[in-house]
């Protein structure tokens, strides 16, 4: 993110005696990690982990091709054999990295940290292997699927059974005129290396709960496989029967506890997006200047650069604090001169 993104001056962000820091979905498989930071994989060549990654669309295509040197192993491409993360933002391991030294930095003044973790089971609405085109050809990642696509038969469920019931949650998705459902490569899913933490990122907050004696909370989301749940206050559709899918109250009252609720993580178009616009609608005391967006810890999924121009503008306009996180520490500094 540029300076321009930045609405509030040096100096200008109070800083003040209870910072809520949240951190969205600061998970491996959202990050554009280098090759160093990926891991061993031991079953990626049998289990077709680089190959199937090639299939999942054209960002990760083009991310792990960046990756593989044939040349460097002459048994096989190095890049088979390390894990590849399953949908990386450009520009997410740069913002952990910015997000890391900020906890280290500002670690005295964080009195409580949430970290939301994105966490799916490999069947879900949202991920390939629900669907099937009207041909019984596999469905590509990246593909969007609208309630009328459904209704003419052009995508089905592979279970058939499925098909009313996903038939109403496409109805009940596009009448909350927020998204179209988008078919990801599987990612976050529950126990795998995708799943985890930036490495960097739990090291400063471990760090932080070392010094403090707090515990990181850890907020689960997106394990109802019936719904997309990119908000962490609530899924986009909550079903009646599933309390993890409805309005976190408790969540909610607990940030509405801080002075100051800071927000980071990714992606800045999708769960950052929801989860902020979520917390603004429903934070119990409607004080939205106690909320900080930090613009450059916070990148949008490749090609949907608008959608994160326009939720930080709206943002912006309901009274939200925009800010660097550079800025940010140069406030805490100040206070603590
Ligand atoms: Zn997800």
């Known amino acids: 993110m540029d300076a321009a993104h930045c609405t509030s001056a040096k100096g200008d962000i109070p800083v003040t005696d209870s910072i809520h820091l949240v951190l969205i979905d600061p998970q491996n498989d959202f990050c554009d990690l280098p090759a160093g930071w990926c891991g061993s994989d031991p079953l990626s060549e049998s289990a077709g982990g680089l190959t199937a990654g090639l299939t999942t669309g054209p960002q990760t ?20 054999k390390l894990h590849a993360p399953a949908l990386p933002v450009p520009g997410a391991h740069q ?37 099937t085109t009207r041909d019984d050809l596999p ?10 696509q ?29 998204y179209t459902l988008m078919v990801w490569p599987v990612h976050c899913e529950i126990g795998s290396w995708g ?6 990122v739990k090291a400063a907050y471990n760090r932080w709960e070392d010094q403090h004696l707090r515990v990181v909370g850890k907020l689960s989301k997106g394990s109802n496989p019936w719904t997309e749940h990119y908000s962490a206050v609530r899924a986009e559709v909550p079903d009646a029967n599933d309390p993890a899918t409805q309005l976190n109250a408790a969540w909610l009252a607990e940030l509405d506890r801080a002075d100051q609720i800071v927000i980071a993580g990714e992606a800045g178009s999708h769960c950052v997006r929801a989860t902020v616009e979520d917390i603004a609608d429903h934070l119990p005391s409607q004080r939205l200047d106690k909320l900080v967006l930090l613009t450059d810890c916070m990148s949008p999924v490749g090609g949907f650069d608008a959608q994160q121009q326009t939720f930080l503008d ?5 009274g939200l604090r925009l800010c660097s996180s550079a800025d940010f520490l140069s406030a805490v500094a100040a206070r603590r001169a």
Do not use: C
């Open 61 to 80: 295509a083009a991310f792990i091709g960046s990756l593989v040197d044939p040349l460097a192993d002459p048994a096989g491409p190095t890049a088979a």
């Open 95 to 131: 913002d952990m990295l910015r997000i890391a030294r900020l906890i280290d930095e500002a670690s005295e003044r964080i009195s409580a940290i949430t970290v939301t973790l994105d966490s799916h089971h490999r069947l879900d609405i949202a991920h390939p292997g629900f669907w």
């Open 139 to 148: 469905v590509a990642a990246f593909t969007q699927i609208t309630a009328a």
């Open 150 to 178: 459904l209704r003419a038969g052009d995508y089905r469920p592979r279970d058939a059974t499925a098909l009313a019931r996903a038939q109403r949650y496409l109805d009940e998705l596009e009448q909350r005129g927020r």
């Open 195 to 200: 799943h985890n933490v930036h490495p960097a």
């Open 314 to 318: 709206n943002m912006r306009k309901r």
